[in-house]
Every structure is written in C-alpha cells, then in structure tokens.
C-alpha cells in the first residue's frame, strides 16, 4: 500500500463520487450550522421543496450575534432577534437539534463541537464559517463553507470539492515559558503570509505540536485559515483520546473501544509525502503582537512597527502605509508600552478553559488600569460554568473585568460589544482586520496572558519580564 | 438557477489592494438579513462612506469612471477572511459580473462560482499591466471576459487567456445549480450510505454524536 497522509486517508474514506470534471462528491459526517450564514440556506430548500437529507448529523447553535449580558433580558436588536427566530423556525421546521440562548450548551460552534464530544477523528465536518478549521486539532478535516455550500450539504449531505494540496507545517523544539500556542500560529503566518497555504490542507507535526494540550492544538488549526488554509490538521493521539472520552456525543462502551481503534491509525505513514513544506523551531518564538490589519502583520512584542520603506513591492508598501494609518501607529514605535485603551478575552481562538486559566494566573491579584475597559467572555456556557466553580469568575471581577455570557460577541462585534472609533484593544481573537471589532477600532491580535497582562498594564507588555516584577501599584 | 455567463463586456473598476478580506467587502453590521438580497447597498460600506453617510470621494469605486462598472481589477488574495457568501451577493448586486485578481481566497473563490460572478486569476504581471492601461486610459476602460474561450481581451492589443476548472466552467456558463448536478447522483449517496453501514460494522454515523464516524 502507498504512503498516505493523515489528510489523505480522511479523504479517501469520504469520496462518495468522483466528477468525470474532477471534483469529489465528499460526505459530511457533521454539519454545524449558526444563525448567520444558515438563513437563506434554508430558504433555499423550502423553495425547492427539499428537505435536510440526514438531520441527525446537523447541529445548530447561536452564537455570532447574541448579546453577552444578562440572557433574561430581551434581545435589544430587532433584527440580530428576527435572525435567531429564524433559526429557531428553520430548526424545528427541519427537525434539527438546536442549542438555543437557554440551553446551558450553548456557544461558540467551534467551542461546543469538541466540548460535546459531537467533533472526533476522521470526520469530515463543516460549516457555514471559516474557523471550522478549529475542529481539526482531533485528526478531522474541518472546514468553512459559504452559505450555498452549506444548502448544498443539507440538501445532500455531501460537499463538492476538488482535492486541495497538502502542506507541512513542522514545528521542532518546545515553546519557551511565557509563550503559547497563539504565539506559535501568529508566528507561522507572519513567516508564511495569509495566502501561504491557500489551495492546501495545512498537517502541524512535531514535537511542539505533539507537545501542546488539545484546547492549544485548537488554538492553532483555529487560525489555519488566516494563512489562507480551508483545513488544518493534527493527528490524533493519547491526548484527543483522554480528551474525548466520556464526552456525552463521544461513542461509549465497546463502539468506544472499536472507534479509539480506527483512530490509531489516522496518521501520516512514514513516507507519505506533503506538496508543501515549512518548518518553524518553537523554542525561537517570542509572544507576538500584530501591528497591522492583517493577521501576517505580526512582530514578536520585543520589535517595532515596520515603516513602509522595508518592504519590497509597491504593493506592500502601499499596504502597510494604509495599515499604520488605520492603526494610527508611527513607523519605530516599539510594540511594547503602547497604551491600549480595551481588552478583549475571548473568541473560539482563545476562550476556552485553559485560556481562561492562564489569563486569570495573570490577573490574580492585580486590578485593571484605570481608564481601561476589559471583559472575558467565555467561549460557550459550560466554559463560563466551569470557570465560576473554579471560582475565576472572582479573580476577573476582582480585577475589574467585565464576566459575561458565551458568544462570539467583540470578535466580531456583531451584537452591542464593538469599539468605538480609534480605541485600541489587546484581543485574543483572530482577525485584525479594519473595523472587525467596531468601525475605527484598532486590535492588536496576541495571547490570553499578554491581553491580561495589558489590561492590568494599561499597554502592551511583555509577559515574560512583567511578571517577574513586582505586581504595579 | 443563477444567471448564465458565457461572455461579457463592460466597464473596470480598479482597486489597487491586496488581501482585501470579506469583513470590507460586507462589513457585518449588514449580515443579520436572512435574504440573500439587500446586500448591495453594504458593498465596502466603511470604505464607500464616510462616517457621517456622506460618500468618501477617495475611494476607487466612488470615482465618475467606476460609474456602472461590471468587471473588478483588485490586487492578491482577493476575499480573504470570513466565509460569508453576503460578500459575493453584494457584489452580484452592485453589478458586477466578473472579477480580475492574480490570487483569491479559497472559500471566496467557491461562492462567486455559486452565484455567477466569474473570479478570473491572471498573472501577476498581467495584472499589473491592467491596472496601467485602466490608469493610462484616465479610468475610462473596458474589457471582455469571454469564459466560453476562457480569454480576457481589451480590444486595444491586452489579449490573454485563463484557466477555470471544468467543473465551475459549466456550472457558470449555464448558470447550473450545484444541488441539482448532485441529486442526479443521487444513488451513489445512498450507496456510499450503505456501503459504509455494509462494510463498517460500525456503521455510519449513527447522529447526535452517538455512532461512529468514518
Ligand atoms: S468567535 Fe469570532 S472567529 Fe470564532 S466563530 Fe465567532 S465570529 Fe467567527
């Protein structure tokens, strides 16, 4: 038998038809849907009279636009409210399972998929968002489709797509203290560039990523797709198997032990070969903060905004002008000490337990800086419930975060948390992009500690030195 | 059913960036419609006006020359970003019928496809060579995109040709709907069903997570 890829063996087991055209027939194994790209979807199959081919591989959560405070209060947008009760329509109408506002499940789809045990090796999942490449960190091929797509894998649980290349992602080493898997990402776009995998499915392998818990392997296929990868991937291991078991939707008993066997052998043969190759040496990577609007505008914390003048092309220089501009920054000014004005903790990058816990590490103890505004809102309700039995609720409240309800909320700042106009936010989400976070809001993408550590701050820092001193104040 | 294209004639707007990602081409302050239309008014909303509503008269689209355009020349890694489709639907709405780019983003490249809107990768150079004749010609220029040839032509001497899938060619020049090609398979999906319950005890995934998957 020839050598195959992790991706490749996923792929092959899901080919349902090969096109004479050349694309694949793939079936879809679990379907998540949200209440923002799904809508007109559904409208699609009640105007062609169709049904959902297999709803019981179909879970729909909300998430991009609920609010984040108190969920017994009315939802203040009419419209964000007519596009949950869509949902909810389109749910019942279809017979799908649904994790609405008052489930105690509900969340970041990204978040719950893994959480509830429904995202496990070998599946090929998608869904009506880019970030689905998160689910990938257990050895799945996940990734985000667009709204006709996700009719189409409705209408037949199968979607059609021509076989993408492979690439490498090889990171050697092991991360130094103070630097995380968000770092590690941050730092393989800047390396790549955010169309440096387009085209291809992204496998992370090594000994940093062997190394990595399964919430910090999420962290990094999260953002495969800002290197421009639909799908990343991680073989799965005794870790993703600890991880799933007894999960509600994880398989129990002897399907258990017959799954966790079919598992095992999700990896890359030896001798398989990838069409694309980068390798990055963990131990090397500082924590990083973006400078610019584009997730590849990256620089480790300890390095300067870029001026225009050392880039190559017209293009990039014409880039990067716009950029500083936007983010009002001054070529040469060091990253760190720059005044920030919010925080943001949270997003299906960064707002899982552990992201919670190394925040709160930070914050403990230490108190917000006056003037800044921060929040933590968790990734899903049960993160938010385990979080307060740890009792880290206290530790943020303390400190003067704002401790809200799960959703997608300033990552995106589709429901009431947005910046306002020049505010510059430490974020741990995802995409610096203009105006994502409000119209005029500046983000500096970075990891749960350094945005706590700049909260506490009131300025980017760097984590490593800031928490050897002795607490401010 | 969308709307076939086989050629088309017409006027280019020219936005000299790159790795322009859907979060400008639709900001999301527009995606909580649940029609597929309405969008175009939000096309690069924040960029298009000002913050007071008034148009930013610097920006490319809002020129006198960009009036009525229907082919978009942008630079790399056009529709980076969010999946979301509303970013197509805003540009179909606005009136454009094909756009001109060295690279796209891979989920932006499957929905234009969905939606009739041609997404045509030139090289670079070919390129760059447009935006200088669109700039030579003051902005009053215009341009063929023949898919049926699969040829980008300018009249004036820029002739080239590009490459399009098989697959997404028929479908955009019929203007096919995706579903409907793959309900005519339709048997093969109950058979890999099948074959995957047959030849894996395990069967297929059995749903709510409970049954095994692959
Ligand atoms: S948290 Fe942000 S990136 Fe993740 S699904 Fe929500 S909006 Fe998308």
Redesign the interface.
């Known amino acids: 038998m020839t050598a195959r890829t992790l991706f490749e063996k996923v792929w092959v087991a899901h080919v349902v038809h090969q096109f004479p055209e050349g694309q694949a027939l793939l079936y879809v194994d679990l379907h998540l849907v949200h209440e923002v790209t799904s809508p007109q979807a559904f409208e699609g199959l009640r105007q062609a009279g169709r049904r959902v081919r297999r709803p019981a591989l179909t879970v729909a959560t909300v998430d991009h636009n609920v609010p984040t405070g108190d969920r017994a209060a009315p939802i203040a947008d009419p419209i964000a409210a007519r596009q949950l009760e869509a949902l909810a329509v389109n749910a019942r109408d279809f017979g799908l399972e649904l994790f609405d506002l008052r489930s105690p499940q509900q969340g970041i789809v990204h978040v719950i998929g893994p959480e509830l045990g429904l995202t496990q090796p070998g599946m090929v999942i998608v869904c009506g968002d880019s970030h689905t490449a998160t689910h990938g960190a257990f050895g799945a091929l996940a990734l985000g489709i667009g709204t006709s797509e996700v009719e189409h894998v409705l209408a037949t649980q199968c979607l059609v797509w021509s076989k993408p290349g492979t690439m490498e992602a090889r990171v050697t080493g092991g991360l130094a203290p103070g630097v995380t898997a968000k770092d590690l990402i941050l730092a393989l776009i800047g390396r790549i560039g955010t169309a440096g995998a387009t085209g291809h499915v992204i496998e992370y392998t090594g000994e940093a990523i062997r190394a990595l818990s399964m919430e910090e392997r999420m962290t990094v296929c999260n953002m495969s797709i800002e290197a421009g990868a639909r799908a990343g991937m991680i073989a799965p291991d005794e870790k993703t198997v600890a991880y799933l078991k007894g999960r509600p939707r994880a398989p129990s008993g002897a399907a258990w032990d017959r799954a966790v066997e079919r598992w095992r052998e999700l990896r890359t043969d030896p001798g398989a070969t990838y069409d694309k190759h980068v390798q990055l040496d963990a131990a090397e990577v500082a924590p990083q903060v973006t400078w610019g609007t584009s997730p590849g505008m990256v620089t480790p914390v300890t390095g300067c905004v870029p001026s225009p003048t050392d880039f190559t092309t017209d293009a990039e220089r014409r880039a990067v002008t716009r950029a500083l501009e936007y983010m009002g920054l001054a070529p040469g000014t060091p990253l760190e000490g720059l005044p920030i004005d919010r925080v943001f903790l949270g997003s299906c990058t960064n707002a899982r337990i552990e992201d919670l816990r190394a925040a709160a590490r930070t914050v403990r103890g230490r108190h917000v800086a006056t003037g800044v505004r921060a929040m933590v809102v968790p990734g899903s309700q049960q993160v938010k419930a385990q979080a307060e039995r740890e009792g880290l609720d206290r530790v943020f409240t303390e400190a003067g975060f704002e401790w809200r309800n799960a959703g997608c909320s300033m990552c995106l700042g589709m429901n009431p948390d947005v910046l306002q106009s020049g505010e510059r936010c430490a974020s741990t989400s995802n995409r610096n992009f203009e105006g994502r976070q409000g119209r005029g809001g500046r983000t500096h993408l970075m990891s749960p500690p350094m945005a706590a550590a700049a909260a506490v701050a009131g300025r980017i820092v760097d984590v490593r030195s800031w928490g050897r001193e002795p607490a401010a104040r | 059913m969308t709307e076939p294209f086989v050629r088309h004639t017409g006027r280019l707007a020219a936005l000299?960036?790159?790795?322009v990602?859907t979060?400008?081409i639709v900001?999301?302050?527009f995606?909580?419609?649940?029609?597929?239309t309405g969008f175009g008014p939000a096309l690069f909303h924040?960029w298009r006006f000002r913050?007071d509503g008034s148009p930013n008269p610097d920006f490319e689209l809002n020129q006198l020359t960009a009036r009525g355009a229907t082919i978009l020349l942008v630079?790399?890694?056009f529709g980076?970003?969010?999946?979301?489709?509303?970013a197509?639907w805003a540009l179909r709405e606005y009136g454009f019928r094909a756009i001109l780019a060295p690279?796209f983003?891979?989920?932006f490249f499957?929905?234009c496809c969905?939606?009739g809107l041609v997404p045509v990768r030139l090289l670079p150079q070919e390129i760059a060579e447009l935006f200088r004749r669109h700039q030579a010609a003051g902005g009053e220029y215009q341009l063929t995109v023949d898919l049926a040839e699969q040829r980008v032509d300018d009249g004036l001497g820029f002739r080239t040709t590009f490459a399009m899938?098989?697959?997404r060619r028929?479908m955009l020049l019929h203007g096919l709907d995706?579903?409907g090609r793959?309900?005519r398979?339709?048997d093969?999906?109950g058979a890999?069903?099948k074959g995957?319950e047959a030849g894996n005890p395990?069967g297929l995934?059995?749903?709510?997570?409970?049954?095994?998957?692959?």
Do not use: F, M
């Open positions: 000299p960036r790159a790795n990602d979060d400008q900001p999301k302050q995606l909580k419609r649940v029609e597929r924040d913050p630079g790399e890694n980076c970003g969010s999946s979301r489709e509303h197509v690279s983003a891979d989920i499957a929905n969905q939606n899938e098989p697959y028929e995706e579903i793959t309900l398979v339709e093969r999906i890999y069903e995957r395990k995934p059995a749903g709510r997570g409970k049954g095994e998957t692959w």
